[in-house]
């Protein structure tokens, strides 16, 4: 039997009024003085405790709008002038309980109320958009009534509604309405992606007083209606749909955006860890350690996971905190490897190639395509996508020459300006860059200066903080070491395989742990990527005297050593990297203070790859 609906007659429009002039009467009190220059009224879903109302609007937003409208017009909550049009009045929502994947968006949504948190990655010059139409037919003279226009598709009459013939109909602009249009792109925020997997992406339709608002790389919570479109294939009418969010409000969040979350128990793991008198070594074998050896370019890396600190001048400039690494290697000597696992283990990793021909690059460019519909796009890069994290950059030395040029900026001043036809935009790249590139020749020559066999201008490379050179000799012991390494790690890989089906015979846990000793990081992954964010969070170490005085005696002697011509100059660029690389050390074990035992740290692995790169 089916269940008896108990339809309640309520007056919604009334409850909404009554919500409204409880709890919005500044905000409705200012859109009064200002409409209609200010035409929005921001409601946060928090504060409509009826449970009713609530989930009526994310089932039907539509109505819900209607009725909040009705409410505001009929009981003239805003108070318009003479003359002045309500129609221009938008409601928007703000503060969504619960946030949906893009990924996992299904049918059943269309036409709900969702939310959806990304970054984004394309947006749109804005540009008038037609929403009603008015028409005037040649052959009688009259105007049509208006004619209202959706999204994506210009609605004509076919024949005159006056006359009824079938003549040519003209727009008659002044009675056409327009609003201010815009395209967004959004996508999945990396660090909600598990390992490898490519994020997914949704089309965003922005209207009104919202445009303009974003831009390419802004992480960004969108709030709107879940929409279809028909296919077109070839002028037949598919039977597939495409789905766009049409834009009711945009949130932007700024920093510590869904950053990792650390609990209390987490905390004290962290703490415990930071005591540990091993912790520096612990951290770099926690990174690839699949990789045997190169425990130089871990550490580096390790230190480019906790990162310097940021500074603000008084004269409003800013120098980055972000640890810059770039490996130059022979081939096969397991570059890729690290920077994928580096990667994975940064909370906002980004993996690109320089040889990659993706339309963005790895900064940003402006493009004229089908999806701004004739717009221009401007389209983040990986530099832009990766702000607040680490952005790997595999085959460096393929790059295109604009991202070169473009990455100058980027490094530095972790910004990139674009100015093309009408854009002109700068975006945020307040990223660390690990870089991988391959000798000049392919393979490092043994009887050519190391330094100039790599293939990037100076001015580029200076702006590494450390630069490492991986040879790859012949050399029995090392090799053997590596070949059982590797070895190890496959028959471990079986292992672990079996074991998570069924218990092998024979063989207890202890065994297990054994084997996989060599190739298990001391810290597991997840508890590092907690360990990273937590220390960024909370730790901001400033220098002793004792680590000044260390660091400029050091500086003071590489002037010295570098003179001649050297691929990598020796600058005021390197002290700076002195400091943030200390700061890094520090962090890593949480500590307030730069002390004489990070500088020491720091030197040794500067010292290492400088006498490579800079001076013999
Ligand atoms: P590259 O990018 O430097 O050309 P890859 O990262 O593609 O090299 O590495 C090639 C392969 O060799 C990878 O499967 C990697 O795991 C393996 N390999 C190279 N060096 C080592 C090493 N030191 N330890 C373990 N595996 C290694
Ligand atoms: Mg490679």
Not at 272 to 300: F, H, N, W
Not at 411 to 430: D, P, Y
Request: charge should be neutral; proline fraction near 5%; glycine fraction near 6%.
């Amino acid at each position: 039997m089916p269940k008896e609906i108990t339809v309640e007659v309520t007056d919604v429009v009334g409850e909404w009024t009554k919500f409204l002039k409880k709890q919005y009467k500044r905000e409705l009190a200012e859109l009064s003085r200002e409409y209609p220059h200010k035409r929005s009224l921001y409601i946060d879903f928090r504060k409509i405790l009826n449970n009713k109302l609530a989930f009526e609007l994310l089932r039907s937003p539509g109505k819900v709008i209607g009725d909040i409208r009705d409410a505001i017009i009929q009981n003239k909550l805003i108070k318009l002038k003479d003359g002045q049009d309500p129609d221009l009045i938008n409601i928007r929502f703000t503060n969504l309980p619960q946030r949906t994947n893009i990924r996992d968006i299904r049918a059943e949504q269309i036409n709900t109320f969702i939310s959806i948190e990304g970054i984004l990655r394309k947006t749109t010059e804005v540009r008038p958009r037609i929403v009603s139409a008015v028409f005037r037919c040649r052959t009688c003279g009259k105007n049509t009534d208006p004619v209202p226009q959706s999204y994506g598709r210009f609605d004509e009459p076919e024949f005159c509604p006056n006359c009824e013939r079938k003549t040519r109909l003209d727009l008659v602009m002044n009675r056409c309405q327009f609003v201010d249009a815009q395209k967004l792109r959004i996508q999945e925020s990396p660090e909600g992606l598990r390992g490898g997997e490519q994020p997914q992406t949704l089309d965003i339709d922005v209207t009104d007083d919202l445009t303009g608002m974003v831009a390419p790389g802004d992480r960004v919570v969108v709030n709107g209606i879940l929409r279809s479109v028909q296919r077109v294939n070839y002028g037949q009418k598919s039977t597939l749909f495409d789905i766009y969010l049409e834009c009711n409000s945009i949130e932007v969040a700024e920093k510590e955006f869904e950053e990792v979350s650390i609990t209390e128990e987490d905390e004290a793991k962290i703490q415990a860890l930071a005591r540990d008198p091993q912790i520096y070594k612990k951290i770099a074998r926690s990174i690839a350690p699949t990789i045997y050896g190169t425990d130089d370019v871990k550490e580096a890396i390790a230190l480019q996971l906790f990162g310097g600190i940021a500074k603000e001048m008084p004269d409003g400039s800013r120098l980055r905190g972000d640890i810059h690494v770039l490996l130059v290697g022979d081939p096969g000597i397991a570059k890729s490897q690290i920077l994928r696992y580096v990667v994975k283990l940064s909370p906002r990793g980004i993996y690109t190639s320089g040889k990659s021909s993706t339309s963005a690059g790895l900064t940003a460019t402006a493009v004229k395509d089908e999806f701004g519909d004739g717009r221009w796009t401007l389209e983040a890069g990986a530099l832009v996508l990766a702000d607040m994290g680490i952005a790997a950059v595999d085959e460096m030395d393929k790059m295109q020459k604009e991202d070169r040029s473009a990455l100058h900026e980027a490094m530095e001043q972790q910004s990139i300006s674009v100015a093309k036809a009408g854009i002109t935009a700068t975006l945020k790249s307040r990223c660390a860059l690990l870089g991988a590139a391959n000798p000049k020749l392919g393979r490092f020559d043994q009887f050519v200066p190391i330094g100039e066999q790599i293939n990037m201008p100076p001015s580029l490379l200076s702006r590494f903080d450390l630069i490492f050179v991986m040879t790859d000799q012949p050399q029995a012991e090392r090799d053997e070491a590596i070949a059982n390494h590797i070895i190890k790690t496959h028959a471990v890989g079986e292992l672990i395989k079996q074991h998570e089906y069924k218990p092998l015979p024979n063989v207890d846990d202890a065994y297990i742990q054994r084997a996989l000793a060599p190739v298990t990081p001391d810290i597991d992954p997840s508890l590092l990527r907690k360990y990273i964010a937590y220390a960024k969070r909370t730790c901001f170490p400033i220098l002793s005297d004792g680590a000044k005085e260390a660091l400029v005696a050091y500086y003071m002697r590489l002037r010295n050593l570098a003179s001649g011509n050297k691929p990598v100059p020796v600058t005021a660029r390197q002290l700076e990297a002195l400091v943030r690389l200390s700061e890094a050390s520090a962090r890593m074990r949480l500590s307030n203070t730069v002390d004489t035992e990070d500088t020491d740290r720091i030197l040794k692995i500067v010292d290492a790859s400088l006498r490579q790169v800079a001076y013999d």
